[in-house]
């Protein structure tokens, strides 16, 4: 499980290792700034992948209208391919010198190791050969002398020994106590008083540990490992409902396009993905329903999807079903496009068992209502349809 730097500094405060004083904006409250945040501050993108820095996920600024341009910028932009959900903002600190401090698991020795370097920073991992090593004995646990020989190798002196060597035993309670994978500070900085203090913090815990850590404090993820969002955690509950043993309804993830996609079957799901990039859509979603799920189901899932702001289209796709009721299924549709009477184009194409009566429905409701509904059978290709799907869309911007 890989914490964002807020969660991971949370942990770092509990085992009594400084972090800067900060806050955490959420992107569904980016209009509503703190009033006691010191300036000049740091504003940073809180995603789960590398090189933020070199990816403009890292800002700073002077005064409150700065902030808010900042804080607006990343939150309208993916950084280093992510979506950015949170921004962290953080006092800036005067900084004397860098360091770099970690501790993994060496896999082939299967021991803990703690890695340092008097050059802390971006493009760490390109500096390898100033990183020091010591290896951990599990039976001893970390032995504060044989840390604080290193750091003099290392080149470290005077009352600096000291202090960074109690950080590193801080960190491997750490990487001990919450079953961490990787425990990392960089930068573990040095300030101008002498002082030190964690300027970035990445944490990765061990998920087979969860048993033994109340780690639904930190929030339901996703498995690429970012934190839910509110349609995401809804849509869980799809599964989990009063008709939990009848079909899948209950996967979604999110994401930053403008056409809601309500795909069916898991193959043929991801295979829609491509053929709707490669024709110029941007996917609002993936979601996938199949195993014959019941129309209080698919209408839950439905009702989710469209939720989203923005839409531009909606494309309900699906290969030819085997045991699906396509009746019941698109009854289920059906009853949310009733209720929330879009005005965008539909383009289904769908196939199986009772595909008339689902047809009929539809065709039906697109007339009663005068939505902007076109069905499709087996005998045009579900790629076909995305391209169709785009031309319509195109054609109302």
């Known amino acids: 499980m890989n914490l964002y730097e807020f969660e991971g500094k949370d942990l770092l405060k509990k085992y009594k290792i400084p972090t800067p004083a900060g806050v955490v904006i959420q992107r569904e409250q980016a209009d509503t700034i703190p009033a006691d945040i010191a300036f000049p501050c740091v504003v940073k993108a809180q995603v789960q992948s590398g090189k933020r820095g070199k990816g403009g996920g890292v800002l700073f600024a002077q005064n409150i209208d700065e902030l808010k341009t900042h804080v607006a910028d990343l939150f309208s932009k993916k950084i280093c391919n992510d979506t950015v959900l949170y921004v962290l903002v953080e006092a800036k600190k005067a900084i004397k010198q860098e360091y770099y401090l970690a501790i993994t698991y060496n896999t082939q020795k299967k021991i803990p190791v703690v890695l340092f370097s008097a050059q802390g920073g971006m493009d760490i991992e390109q500096d390898s050969e100033n990183v020091h090593v010591l290896d951990i004995d599990p039976l001893k646990g970390f032995e504060e002398f044989r840390m604080r020989e290193l750091l003099v190798t290392a080149g470290a002196r005077g009352k600096d020994v000291a202090l960074i060597a109690d950080t590193a035993k801080r960190l491997y309670r750490v990487f001990s106590g919450e079953d961490a994978r990787l425990a990392e500070i960089n930068p573990l900085a040095k300030l101008e008083d002498g002082s030190f203090v964690a300027l970035d913090a990445k944490i990765i815990l061990d998920e087979d540990a969860g048993f033994r850590h109340q780690w639904n404090k930190l929030g339901p993820r996703t498995t690429m490992g970012r934190l839910l969002t509110q349609r995401e955690q809804a849509v869980r509950q799809v599964d989990a409902g ?6 899948t309804a209950g996967k979604y993830i999110e994401m930053d396009g403008d056409i809601a996609c309500l795909f069916s079957g898991g193959g043929a799901s991801i295979s829609m993905m491509d053929a709707l990039l490669k024709v110029g859509g941007k996917p609002a979603n993936y979601t996938e329903y199949s195993g014959n799920p ?78 902007d509904l076109k069905w499709y059978g087996r005998e045009i290709s579900m790629t076909q349809t995305a391209e169709i799907l785009m031309k319509k869309v195109n054609e109302q911007t």
């Open 242 to 247: 009063e008709f939990y043993y009848r079909g």
């Open 294 to 371: 019941p129309r209080e189901k698919v209408a839950a899932l439905a009702k989710i999807v469209l939720s989203k702001p923005g839409l531009r289209g909606i494309w309900i796709v699906g290969g030819v079903a085997n045991f699906t009721h396509i009746g019941n299924t698109m009854a289920g549709i059906a009853d949310v496009l009733r209720e929330l009477k879009p005005t965008i184009p539909i383009i289904i194409r769908s196939a199986g068992p009772h595909e008339a009566e689902g047809r009929k429905l539809m065709e039906k409701l697109a007339a009663e209502l005068q939505l």
